[in-house]
């Protein structure tokens, strides 16, 4: 198996962490699964051998991009998600 990466899943993953950690409640594993699977749909693939590669050769303005654009992607799963809760998915 090849030892490679989407960058954006450590991204998304960080924010997601972030979020359930300043939420009033913590977001259960389905919740987070199903937030970074359209979440990451919505971001382009940015495939990696190794992150640390990764963050030394994106400029601050890339960077600040890419989590402006994974931000942008979880804000939209999370309405999406939200507006149709799982137990109304499994219908």
Same mark, same amino acid.
């Given at each position: 198996?090849?030892?490679?990466?989407?960058? $954006?899943? *450590?991204?998304?993953? #960080?924010?997601?962490?972030?979020?359930? /950690?300043?939420?009033?409640?913590?977001?259960?594993? %389905?919740?987070?699964?199903?937030?970074?699977?359209?979440?990451?749909?919505?971001?382009?693939?940015? $495939?990696? *051998?190794?992150?640390? #590669?990764?963050?030394?050769?994106?400029? /601050?303005?890339?960077?600040?991009?890419?989590?402006? %654009?994974?931000?942008?992607?979880?804000?939209?799963?999370?309405?999406?998600?939200?507006?149709?809760?799982?137990?109304?998915?499994?219908?």
């Amino acid at each position: 198996m090849l030892n490679i990466n989407n960058y $954006y899943e *450590r991204l998304v993953m #960080d924010q997601l962490w972030k979020l359930g /950690e300043q939420a009033d409640q913590p977001f259960s594993q %389905a919740f987070q699964e199903d937030v970074a699977c359209l979440a990451l749909n919505r971001l382009p693939p940015c $495939y990696v *051998r190794n992150t640390i #590669d990764k963050g030394i050769n994106v400029s /601050e303005a890339q960077y600040l991009e890419m989590v402006a %654009a994974v931000n942008s992607a979880i804000e939209q799963a999370i309405r999406q998600v939200t507006s149709r809760p799982r137990q109304d998915r499994e219908q």
